[in-house]
């Protein structure tokens, strides 16, 4: 029986299960949960140029 994830445990979950596959990052799709959205988003303003913000603005000032 999974243990119930809650809080920012939910979303780490969420993020985890998305990267798991090998190809996660490269595939081109753009399903992704949205903390991903705001991971990428977080580095890019903290300078790190390689990180690539999507264009895709649903979520709230993404």
Known sequence: MPIPVRGTARYL???AGHLAPPQALISGSSLCPPVLLR????LHEGGH???SRSGW???GGL
């Open 13 to 15: 979950e969420e993020l």
């Open 39 to 42: 991971l990428a988003q977080v």
């Open 49 to 51: 140029p390689h990180a």
């Open 57 to 59: 603005r649903r979520f």
